[in-house]
């Protein structure tokens, strides 16, 4: 799945990946981001007359970080990710398929899956969350409408190993796991292990899933991804 510059990841990891910086503040300089930096302004902060721009500083559930991608497209059509995938983002701009959880009702002509997704979770039919006062300054919270996978289907399109996600269901595809704290073994989850290694406990022959299940909204889960893309660290 190419990365679309800007885009928040809610990630398990103990360092950053290459390629993107933990929502820690910090200020970068202009000239190493232009393009990021057209994006965010001093949304966030920075110097201007030293030529830096400021990260957003987000607070994350348990041992998790929040990252934001350094590179990618730019303006991108789409996004390709899990029908119902529920995310903060923090550029003014967003692919088309996405849509802000204002508490609305979205027409099923235009999302069949989305509304069969949903059901009447949020208090009817097809009506999205209102997560405006969940999500932090300057930030929204955005659901996937539109997509070629529903959450339920065995093969997911392809993303970050680890990366954890946020979905308004309870039974969702084999490469998604609930973050509940669970021991997995390390022999058959090699990759995952060795991202996560002892962050969130384990002992010589298993490790553990963070266990976010008291920190989700209502009637969201959080999930980790038991497969996908290999990030290396920075």
Known sequence: M????????????????EGWAFCDGRELPISENETLFQLLRNTFGGNFDNFTFALPKLEAPGKC?????????YRENVYDGVVSQTMLWVTPEHPRNLIECTGQTVPQNQFMVLRMVLGARFGAEGKLPDLRDKAPAHCRYLMLGQGNNMPQVPNLPEGILGEILLLPTDDVSESLRLCNGDA????????????LGDRFGGDAQHFRLPDLRSAAPAKFNYYIRLQGVFLPNS
């Open 2 to 17: 190419p990365e679309i510059i800007g885009r928040i990841a809610l990630l398990p990891y103990n360092s950053e990946p």
């Open 184 to 195: 997995l073994p390390k022999q058959q989850y090699g990759a995952l292990a060795s991202k």
């Open 65 to 73: 970080r929040y990252a934001i991608s350094l590179t990618g497209y």
